[in-house]
């Protein structure tokens, strides 16, 4: 990305931050909530 | 008068980086990261879920709504905006609306909810007020987790409200909007009002707390503290806040049982 200018270098990271929280917050937070789940006795 | 150091040379190389320090940067990094993510999944935990929950809250009230509409009872004015049904006292305790069935002769709800469905109405009143939770209870069908993420779920294999045996409901005491964080400020002689599918209204005064292991299972028993009495009212959560090592069990009994 050296090659990129400083402005779209910027904006690739803040996208990838972005997808990188919707993935945290659709699949893996909820995944991780699933495994702590004790169904004896809600 | 400060001396500015040296630059070096154009043209100079820089000595290498120690791979000690190249280890430490990268560990370094690591560490923020993950201290980040422990953050959102704090957020998530914390804000996001109930964000998700008072969707649904919202969504159900309106079915409520709609369902009141139903219903015979002239007084029955519902404010969804605020989550609340004005004249409500006007509703018969624990016995039939106008042209309702009778709960002594009708003994479970005709209405078969769908898992996860809208099932009861619930709030607490002391005195009047409303306590516990501002806001009317939409209690859905069944506990797994995804049903307990649309707000508190009723034991499918436990009593109809107004019906005899243990009607029995679960709640997050934490999370997902949090329904019952104050539950244990329950006092004796609170009341548990509860209003079913088809408009009955029933009341329940709590009678006590008492805080068990999630393998007692004993407290969803048809009477469950052993006193007599057979129409009971059970709503659990999770104990104490912010853990999951015990359960908080509130105890009620219905005011007038059907006849």
């Not at chain 1, 904006?11 to 937070?29: D, K, S």
């Not at chain 2, 805080?211 to 709503?235: A, F």
Request: aromatic share 10%; proline share 7%; glycine share 8%.
């Amino acid at each position: 990305m050296t090659g990129l200018p400083r402005w779209l270098r910027v904006l690739v990271i803040l996208i990838a931050i972005a997808a990188g929280v919707v993935v945290l917050f659709e699949w893996v937070f909820p995944w991780v909530e699933a495994t702590w789940y004790n169904p004896s006795l809600e | 008068m400060t001396v500015a150091p040296a630059k070096p040379a154009v043209g100079a190389q820089r000595a290498p980086t120690p791979v000690w320090v190249r280890a430490t940067r990268v560990l370094g990094w690591l560490l923020m990261t993950a201290g980040v993510v422990v953050g959102l999944f704090i957020v998530y935990l914390l804000f996001w879920t109930g964000r998700e929950t008072d969707a649904i809250q919202a969504e159900q009230l309106t079915e409520w709504e709609a369902q009141a509409e139903s219903w015979t009872v002239d007084e029955w004015e519902f404010d969804r905006a605020a989550g609340d049904a004005e004249g409500i006292e006007s509703l018969p305790q624990s016995g039939p609306v106008e042209d309702a069935p009778d709960p002594g002769e009708v003994d479970e709800v005709i209405v078969d909810p769908e898992p996860g469905s809208a099932y009861a109405l619930v709030w607490f009143e002391r005195d009047g007020t409303r306590i516990v939770n501002e806001r009317m209870l939409s209690v859905v069908e069944g506990v797994t987790l995804r049903d307990l993420q649309s707000g508190p779920g009723h034991y499918p294999a436990s009593a109809d409200p107004g019906q005899a045996g243990n009607f029995s409901v679960a709640g997050h005491r934490t999370t997902w909007s949090a329904p019952f964080w104050d539950l244990d400020t329950l006092q004796p002689g609170d009341e548990i009002h509860v209003v079913d599918l088809e408009g009955r209204h029933f009341v329940y005064d709590f009678r006590e707390l008492r805080s068990v292991l999630p393998s007692d299972v004993w407290v969803l028993d048809d009477d469950p503290l052993g006193v007599g009495g057979d129409h009971w009212m059970v709503m659990t959560t999770c104990h104490p806040r912010f853990s999951a090592a015990q359960r908080l069990v509130a105890f009620a009994s219905l005011q007038e049982v059907p006849q």
